[in-house]
Each structure stands twice: as structure tokens, then as C-alpha cells.
């Protein structure tokens, strides 16, 4: 037993680099998330006014929409309108309405407006 005697097993653990030079890779990372991190942001800004802008576009549009809309409506009565306008019956009601104008058959009916006569006449 004394000469198979165990001896204890020398574990070396390895040697670790100068924190000197961890550091300068701390400190430049830092300056690169910074870096990262402003360009991001800036397309995000970017992106979002995009975004809000383009929602604003949509909503207008929308309204131009209903301008037209209402505006081939319109468009509709007024050309039915232009049509009824073309007759003759149209054209006869109105000189009829507005310049009293008669058709040699029309018979003119004049009122006769009568005052009542009370006892002492």
C-alpha cells in the first residue's frame, strides 16, 4: 500500500486574458447598440409618420368618394330635369304659369266679386 499510494490529481485551470482588453469591447459595444439603437428608432419614425399620413390619405379619399357620388347623382337629375324641360308639355305649362299665355280653345272665366245687400237697401 505505501508504494500504489494515490497521490492527488493537480487540476490546472486555464489563464484567463488581461481585462484590459474585455474593456475595449465593453466600451465599443455600447456605442454600436447606441448606434443600432438611433437607427431603429429613426425608421420607426419614419414608418409611423408613413403610417399616419397614409390613414389621413384614406380618410380623404373616402370623402372624395362621396363627393362623387353625390355629385353623379346630381348630375343625374339634372340631365333628367334638361329632359322634362325639352317637351312640349313642359314648355306649355310654363308659358301658361308664368306669361299667361292662352290656347285660342281656353275659355277666360272672369270673377264677379258681389257685395250682399243688407235690409236697408
Same mark, same amino acid.
Given at each position: 500500500?505505501?508504494?500504489?499510494?494515490?497521490?492527488?490529481?493537480?487540476?490546472?485551470?486555464?489563464? !484567463?486574458?488581461?481585462?484590459? $482588453?474585455?474593456?475595449?469591447?465593453?466600451? +465599443? &459595444?455600447?456605442?454600436? /447598440?447606441?448606434? %443600432?439603437?438611433?437607427?431603429?428608432?429613426?425608421?420607426?419614425?419614419?414608418?409611423?409618420?408613413?403610417?399616419?399620413?397614409?390613414?389621413?390619405?384614406?380618410?380623404?379619399?373616402?370623402?372624395? !368618394?362621396?363627393?362623387?357620388? $353625390?355629385?353623379?347623382?346630381?348630375?343625374? +337629375? &339634372?340631365?333628367?330635369? /334638361?329632359?322634362? %324641360?325639352?317637351?312640349?308639355?313642359?314648355?306649355?305649362?310654363?308659358?301658361?304659369?308664368?306669361?299667361?299665355?292662352?290656347?285660342?280653345?281656353?275659355?277666360?272665366?272672369?270673377?264677379?266679386?258681389?257685395?250682399?245687400?243688407?235690409?236697408?237697401?
Amino acid at each position: 500500500m505505501s508504494s500504489t499510494h494515490a497521490l492527488p490529481k493537480i487540476v490546472s485551470f486555464p489563464v !484567463r486574458q488581461p481585462i484590459k $482588453a474585455k474593456r475595449r469591447q465593453r466600451r +465599443r &459595444l455600447p456605442w454600436v /447598440l447606441c448606434c %443600432l439603437c438611433a437607427i431603429v428608432a429613426y425608421f420607426m419614425v419614419v414608418y409611423v409618420g408613413q403610417e399616419l399620413e397614409l390613414i389621413g390619405l384614406r380618410r380623404a379619399e373616402a370623402g372624395l !368618394r362621396d363627393q362623387v357620388t $353625390a355629385l353623379e347623382q346630381e348630375a343625374l +337629375r &339634372l340631365q333628367r330635369e /334638361l329632359a322634362l %324641360l325639352n317637351t312640349d308639355a313642359y314648355i306649355e305649362r310654363a308659358a301658361r304659369e308664368r306669361l299667361g299665355l292662352l290656347l285660342p280653345q281656353d275659355k277666360i272665366l272672369w270673377p264677379v266679386f258681389v257685395t250682399p245687400r243688407g235690409p236697408s237697401d
